[in-house]
Each structure stands twice: as structure tokens, then as C-alpha cells.
């Protein structure tokens, strides 16, 4: 089985450094430990972005992958959503062969959800979002328990497939000192669009259906009343809840 984790790196604002998406990690050890359970099982971690993102890759293979892709050009930015998974399905047809495909719900900076399911749609392929368990899978399905709002939903789906989990799914594993040591020489192929040939108007900038303008902290109010309830003041209270 040959199994593909999408993966972002998030840049510090403060810094500049490439850190790891946290909800990535589950659909890495997700990833992991079903390669732990099947045999003849192949883990590969694909990333869109700059070639700075082979430090988040080499972390991925530090935790057991077998194999990185970078996917990157200058043709490649100012994507949004849709046209980042209109450049990752280019890289999955370009590679093929794959069974399962598993990406984090989320992102630690957007956080739209989007990619994930847009990359399903892009490849034609079946899809279950919201993973929170993962009930059983061979080489023919996959069925997992999914969160709808309040409730838990148990799917089955032919491969290959789409998948996204959610952050809290399992417990990510700890890099060990050999596994830092064989990452190092594993291999990170890098994909441009030499080979993947998108169209102008469909990748980048270009190809994006949105475009954000600003970015800004969200401002939080830390000043409030409080109040002791009682049978006198109760519509007070009332006022402050309501507003």
C-alpha cells in the first residue's frame, strides 16, 4: 500500500522559520501506524511551498516516512486553496499509484478546512473528512468514524481514497536519534512545473479564486464586570449575558 500525508509549513512571522503544522502530525502518525499494521506499506510525505520546506520534511522522515516531495515554483505563489490543490493533484497523478491519501483537517495559519476535500474532488476520488478514528482499513476500504457537529458518523469508502483527521486523533510519536540519523539520507524528490505543466491560469496567483489582503491579530477585550448572583440582581446578570 502506498499512502501520500499532505503537509504545510507554517513560517514565524517573527523569524522566518519553517515550523510544524501541529495538526499535520496526526495525519503523520496516522499514516505511520497503519504502515506499522500492513505489510509491504509505503509512507510518503508531499509539501507545497519553498525549498525551505525540506526541514519540515526531514522531521516527517526523522518520525518513520520513507519518502519527501517538494512541490515548488515561482509560478506556485500567491496560491489559495483552489489552486493549491489544483498543484498537489498535478503532483499525485504525476507520481500515481497511490491507495490513500491523508491530510490534517486544518491548518495552524488559514485554517479553512479546504484543501483536503478540493483534493478529492480534483483527483475524482472518494473521501471521508473529520476523521477522529480510524475503524478499519485493507487494501480494498477504509472505514472510519467521522465528527458531524455534535455527533459521530461511521463511513466506508472504497481506495483509493481522501481522508482528512482531525487534531487529537492520536498521539503523535517522538523523533529518536536513529530515526534523525536515517532521514538524513532519505530522499526528497523536488517537483516544479517543468514536470507537472500547469497552466498560468490555473496555478499561483494567477489561478486563485481569492486573494488576502491583510493579515492582522485579532483583538480581544480582557475587561469585564463581575457579579455575584442573587434573587435581587438576576436581571442584572441577565444584561451582561445579553449584552
Known sequence: MKILVTVKQIINRD?????LNANDLNAVELALSIKD??????VSII???TMQAQKVI??????GADEGIIVTDRQFEGSDT???????????NYESGYNLIICGAHSADAGTGQV???LA?????????????LVQIDEEFISCKRKVEDYFITEQVKLPAVITVLEGINEPRTKTLRGVMLATKKEIQVLTNSELMIPENRCGAAGSAT??????NEKVATKGNFVSIDEENINQVYECILG
Open 82 to 92: 483552489l489552486a493549491t490543490s489544483e498543484t498537489i493533484s498535478k503532483a499525485v
Open 37 to 42: 499494521k500492513l505489510k509491504d506499506c509505503k
Open 15 to 19: 523569524n522566518g522559520d519553517s515550523e
Open 47 to 49: 509539501s507545497m511551498g
Open 116 to 118: 483536503g476535500p478540493k
Open 121 to 133: 474532488e480534483k483527483l475524482n476520488l472518494p473521501q471521508i473528512t473529520n476523521v477522529k478514528e
Open 211 to 216: 486573494k488576502v489582503n491583510k493579515v492582522e
Open 58 to 63: 526531514r522531521s516527517y522522515l526523522a518520525l
